[in-house]
């Protein structure tokens, strides 16, 4: 085997199967190293306790980890986070497919905010969202995302139109009533699930089954980066996919200055090869892309490639997600299921004089699966079950979205004591809140509150005694219930400046040419919407970039 490309791309995910589509086109030769396999249906996709609860189809928390530092000794814990689904098609195989495109203050956090006391927010290059924006209606078209951003009064402008929303069941209807009753602008949530055939990539419309977050659409109505790349790259012979293959490290030649290759490893055979290549694109992902570069230290990089600053790693932010859970008074119990996030608001995305610094969205319309919900409930016998009938249907859960300021102490480094499956010193995470983002939280549930109060609902979950003990603790090391780690930003900043930023404006490091990141360790800020449809646009920016450079469009 010749193992010689135009390009390797590292990560078979979201950003990485995106940016590659464009490369294979115009006839470059790519190479895609995933660490995963590729995930076909399996009869046991729709099963809840197969494939949500147990996880099976997880890679193994005990062969793949990372280390977590939340600021107090018992959160010191070995944990999936930062890890990710690790299949061809990465995170979108079970995510929810919400594809928010950031607002366009997002993108001038630093100036329009200063300086915040112990944040570390910069403005994006200068003109990032016009330059952006052609690619977000191009991944929008390849996701097939329907929604209407004409009912939400904080959109930025859009050059192309959605496909028509997803149909409301009668639990939306109520929601947006309440909502424009609380003189807010309740918007349909943009997903990637089509709601009309999508010619581009031969995906069916969503039949509603309701297994959406966390589940593989097996209808295929869901816009998973595997899918989709499947059906742009149909019978192209310019590219090779070396699935179950980990990348352990970028070389360099030219006294480091340049990539030549990456070293990567046949988890089935053990064995060891190298792919050269010219330019190197990094999409693992917000933690494992920055491991990957410390990991990949040489005589003329003694700290990790493009680390000459010490800034691979830093900036770490998640989002702050919480859910609040509610009954509502309504004869649901003849409605197909329904447990996809339909409804939302971004009124105050701008927060309020005690927040402002944070942006912050409420998404509304889940609704947990049945096992779940039961283990929950817990409780016995016959009044427990009617209980359960009476009520199951009746529950739906808002979930508040929370920009997470960046901050130069939270970060990913390498913990040489703990090896992973493949042999590598695994990645630690070490992240404390900024006391910004929890009272930004706590709004955003007051918020979520007054919304579940204007629909007559009971709210079930209470997180407010967890978040005042939190307040009091200076809001730093997240409660328990607070999912964190799904979205994973800023470890690889991007900017103009070398002394503040590891890479520049078209994503390649500011000194080692042909080193590029194509997945969402570039953001600078993390904005209140979800990070996917910016980093998968943002793929295709790049990918574009370098084919312009080359003078092949
Ligand atoms: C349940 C769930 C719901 C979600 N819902 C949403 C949502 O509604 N909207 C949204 O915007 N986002 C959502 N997300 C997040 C979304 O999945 C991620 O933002 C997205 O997948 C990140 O893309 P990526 O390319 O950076 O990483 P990934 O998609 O995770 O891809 C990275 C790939 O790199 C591979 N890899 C890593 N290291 C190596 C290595 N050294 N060698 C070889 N391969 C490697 C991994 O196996 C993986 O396949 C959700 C995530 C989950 C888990």
Redesign the pocket.
């Known amino acids: 085997v010749k193992n010689e490309f135009d390009v390797v791309i590292?990560?078979?995910?979201?950003?990485?199967l995106f940016a590659a589509i464009p490369l294979i086109r115009s006839g470059y030769s790519v190479a895609i190293?995933?660490?995963?396999r590729w995930r076909e249906s399996s009869p046991y996709d729709n099963d809840e306790l197969y494939t949500y609860v147990d996880q099976r189809e997880w890679p193994d928390p005990a062969r793949e980890f990372s280390v977590v530092d939340f600021g107090d000794a018992s959160s010191l814990t070995t944990h999936r986070m930062g890890q990710?689904?690790?299949?061809?098609g990465?995170?979108?195989i079970?995510?929810?497919?919400?594809?928010e495109r950031f607002r366009l203050a997002d993108f001038v956090k630093r100036t329009s905010h200063g300086d915040i006391d112990d944040a570390n927010t910069a403005d994006w290059p200068v003109g990032f969202y016009d330059e952006l924006e052609p690619y977000y209606a191009i991944a929008e078209g390849l996701l097939g995302v329907s929604g209407d951003s004409s009912l939400d009064p904080t959109a930025p402008p859009r050059s192309n139109k959605l496909f028509p929303p997803l149909a409301y069941h009668e639990i939306n209807l109520q929601m947006i009533s309440a909502a424009k009753s609380l003189g807010w602008n309740p918007y349909p949530v943009p997903l990637a699930i089509s709601s009309v055939y999508n010619p581009a990539t031969h995906r069916t419309w969503c039949v509603s089954s309701g297994l959406c977050?966390?589940y593989r659409c097996i209808w295929n109505s869901k816009g998973s980066?595997d899918t989709i790349f499947r059906s742009q790259v149909e019978g192209a012979a310019n590219y090779k996919i070396f699935t179950n293959?980990?990348?352990l490290k970028i070389e360099t030649c030219f006294e480091g200055a340049s990539v030549s290759a990456v070293r990567i490893l046949n988890r089935q055979t053990r064995a060891v090869s190298t792919l050269a290549a010219r330019r190197v694109l990094l999409?693992?992902?917000?933690v494992?892309s920055p491991s990957?570069l410390l990991r990949s230290k040489d005589r003329f990089h003694p700290d990790g490639l493009s680390n000459g600053n010490d800034l691979v790693g830093r900036n770490l932010m998640f989002h702050i997600e919480g859910q609040k859970g509610a009954y509502f008074k309504g004869d649901f119990a003849r409605e197909k299921f329904n447990n996809v996030k339909k409804v939302m608001v971004a009124d105050h995305y701008f927060g309020n004089d005690r927040s402002s610094s944070n942006h912050v969205t409420i998404q509304a319309g889940t609704k947990t699966g049945p096992i779940r919900f039961a283990i929950k409930k817990q409780g016995w016998g016959l009044d427990y079950l009617r209980d359960m009938y009476a009520n199951y249907m009746n529950h739906y859960e808002f979930q508040v979205m929370v920009e997470d300021l960046p901050r130069e102490c939270n970060r990913v480094t390498l913990d040489e004591t703990r090896l992973d499956v493949d042999g590598l010193a695994c990645s630690k995470i070490t992240h404390r809140y900024h006391p910004m983002d929890g009272l930004a939280l706590i709004d955003a549930f007051d918020l979520a509150d007054r919304w579940i109060r204007q629909m007559n609902g009971t709210a079930v979950t209470n997180p407010e005694a967890a978040l005042l003990q939190w307040k009091s603790a200076g809001c730093r090391t997240p409660p328990p219930w607070i999912p964190v780690g799904?979205?994973l930003m800023g470890t690889l900043r991007m900017g103009t400046d070398p002394l503040t930023s590891v890479i520049d404006r078209d994503c390649q490091s500011h000194s080692v040419k042909g080193l590029f990141v194509v997945?969402?360790s570039v953001f600078p800020t993390s904005a209140g919407v979800?990070?996917?449809?910016t980093?998968q646009a943002n793929a295709l920016r790049v990918a574009d970039k370098i084919i312009q450079s080359d003078g092949k469009r």
């Open positions: 590292v990560g078979g995910g979201a950003s990485g190293v995933e660490k995963g990710s689904y690790g299949y061809v990465g995170g979108t079970t995510y929810a497919g919400v594809s977050s966390g980066a293959h980990v990348a999409a693992a992902g917000g494992l990957l799904f979205h997945d969402s979800n990070p996917t449809l980093l």
